[in-house]
């Protein structure tokens, strides 16, 4: 492995006839970009560790990266041999970077910039070419725009390409830094965000359906570690339901590493509420029975909210007053982060996590075990409250945290 250290300066003329090895060889990296958003006082050093943290986690022992940050973006280091498709399927799982490129880094002399760009261009198909320097290290002699006119002179001799300014069919972008030169072509798209751990711990209250991964990943986007709660009707619903909320927490777990998924019983409180309350309130029982006992999760996790897949209007539990109502029953604030999306954009957002195949699959969803024809859509906390006060649910609530199951879900690979 070649250390960045080591490029800092020219190294000596070898005797090799190539041009970049005349000015140290052109290392292969890759170049990370994020988003300047939130980084303002003192959030910028916490987020920029995380953000290496993370980096090095997605990678983990299959490829150990190494990661170096430099003004403002980042190095990121590969074995030799690692597949570029590998790197981005990895870096794509990061939230908090903005894009990344894979790039030759060479030392800062014109000539090995000029070399470095002959050879990122090489095997491309393309008419026209634009050169974008930014030059972050002032020390580097030749300013910007300098740079572009003396690169792109030579990228016209050696590939008797056009350079086109307004629309090319391919950018090379040099950045000089830190007496050093980064040469790439193509910018990938990162997830933006921010990077998960900057931004507290929240539980998420996970089904088997398509809503809740998706509105997981969007609390991870804004920086959250999430922790995953799951009811469970056992043995009235089939233990692969079970199975299958483990593997969605799985697939949510690439992009923040394992978590706990916490595995709660909630057979004996639903035979109690259908024994006790009108059907029409039943599943809105069930939902203040679940933040209830998310909520005593959270407490023992450090959490300081609770997020749901719900989204306005889309089922009868899901009305304005039916979401207020239920909301009332829990003592830490419910995020709904998917409440303003219709369907369409929910599933689009599943198949980009790569949830979406595993929830459609059929499963044994606990609501629908003993789910009324006729679920009301205006319910109010005063009328779920008094209907509570006759079911006595506290005793047990309590058995059910007590019977609760927690596994450590390791991330799917
Ligand atoms: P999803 O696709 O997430 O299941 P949904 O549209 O099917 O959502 P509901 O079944 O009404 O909606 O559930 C609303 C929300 O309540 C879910 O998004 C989830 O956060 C939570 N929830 C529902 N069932 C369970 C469960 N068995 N365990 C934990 N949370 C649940
Ligand atoms: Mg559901």
Redesign the pocket.
Same mark, same amino acid.
């Given at each position: 492995m070649i250390h960045f250290g080591e490029l800092s300066m020219p190294s000596p003329a070898s005797s090799t006839e190539s041009t970049s090895a005349e000015h140290g060889v052109a290392t292969p990296c890759v170049l990370v970009h994020y988003s300047e958003i939130g980084l303002k006082g003192r959030n910028r050093p916490l987020f920029e560790r995380q953000l290496a943290a993370n980096i090095r986690r997605v990678f983990g022992d299959e490829a150990p990266v190494e990661v170096r940050r430099l003004f403002g973006r980042y190095l990121v280091e590969v074995p030799a041999g690692t597949p570029p498709r590998l790197v981005e399927e990895r870096l794509k799982r990061v939230f908090g970077i903005a894009y990344f490129a894979h790039a030759l880094a060479v030392p800062a002399v014109l000539e090995a910039i000029e070399a470095a760009a002959a050879q990122v261009v090489a095997d491309r198909a393309f008419a026209t070419f634009a050169v974008r320097a930014k030059r972050a290290d002032k020390s580097f002699p030749v300013d910007s725009q300098g740079i572009n006119v003396a690169v792109g002179a030579h990228l016209r001799r050696v590939t008797e390409r056009r350079v086109d300014l307004t629309a090319p069919d391919l950018t090379v972008h040099i950045e000089v830094v830190d007496r050093r030169a980064l040469v790439y072509a193509d910018r990938v798209a990162g997830p933006r965000g921010l990077p998960v751990g900057v931004g507290g711990r929240v539980v998420c209250?996970?089904?088997g @359906?398509? /809503?809740?991964p998706v509105?997981a990943a969007r609390m991870m986007r804004r920086g959250c570690r999430v922790s995953f %709660? !799951? #009811? !469970?009707s056992f043995p009235y619903t089939n233990p692969a339901s079970q199975a299958k909320v483990a593997e969605l927490a799985a697939i949510l777990g690439r992009f923040q590493g394992p978590a706990p998924l916490h595995l709660v019983p909630l057979v004996e409180i639903q035979r109690h509420i259908v024994a006790g309350a009108p059907s029409t309130f039943r599943v809105l029982l069930y939902?203040r029975a679940?933040l209830r006992l998310a909520a005593a999760i959270a407490r023992q996790e450090k959490s300081l909210a609770l997020v749901? @897949?719900?989204s306005l209007g889309? %089922?009868a539990?899901?009305t304005l007053a039916n979401l207020t109502a239920v909301d009332r029953a829990s003592p830490i604030p419910v995020l709904r982060p998917l409440l303003g999306w219709d369907k369409e954009e929910i599933i689009a957002e599943a198949q980009r996590i790569a949830t979406f195949e595993l929830s459609i699959e059929p499963h044994d /969803?606990? #609501?629908s075990f003993l789910e009324p024809k006729d679920p009301t859509t205006r319910s109010t906390d005063h009328r779920l409250a008094a209907l509570e006060r006759n079911l006595a649910l506290d005793d047990l609530l309590a058995a059910a945290l007590a019977a609760t199951v927690v596994r450590l879900i390791e991330p799917l690979g």
């Open positions: 209250l996970l089904s @359906g398509i /809503d809740s509105a %709660v !799951h #009811c !469970h939902r679940m749901t @897949g719900e889309q %089922v539990s899901q /969803d606990c #609501c």
